[in-house]
Structures are given as C-alpha cells and as structure tokens.
C-alpha cells in the first residue's frame, strides 16, 4: 500500500472525553476475561451418542 487515506480531525465536540474512555476500557477488560473464562476449550467434549453410526 502506497498511500494512506489522511484522517480528518473531529470537532471537539465530538471527542470523547478521558472518563468515558477508561468506562470503556474497563467494560472491554471485564468483558475480556468473562470470555476466556467461557472459552470452548474450557467446556468438555460431549459424549457421542449411541445412535451414531461409528466406522468399522
């Protein structure tokens, strides 16, 4: 890639500020870590069920 489109600069209102921003960086960690602890590695396999035809 040659050139990069030049972003624009937001009006300041338009900004958010530092409190909002560290709200969201907080939600983001404890959102984070509620996902890896529901990773499905962390679950068991389920058991195969005996009506599933198996290779001989």
Known sequence: ???QLTLL???PD???DERTKE???RGLAQ???ALRG???AAR???M???NVPRAA
Do not use: F, L, T, V
Request: no cysteine; charged share 25%; glycine share 4%.
């Open 14 to 16: 338009w900004r958010i």
């Open 44 to 46: 068991p396999s389920p």
């Open 38 to 40: 529901h990773s499905p």
């Open 48 to 50: 195969p069920s005996d």
């Open 23 to 25: 709200i969201g960086r």
């Open 31 to 33: 959102a984070r870590a």
């Open 9 to 11: 600069d937001a009006p």
């Open 1 to 3: 890639m040659k050139q």
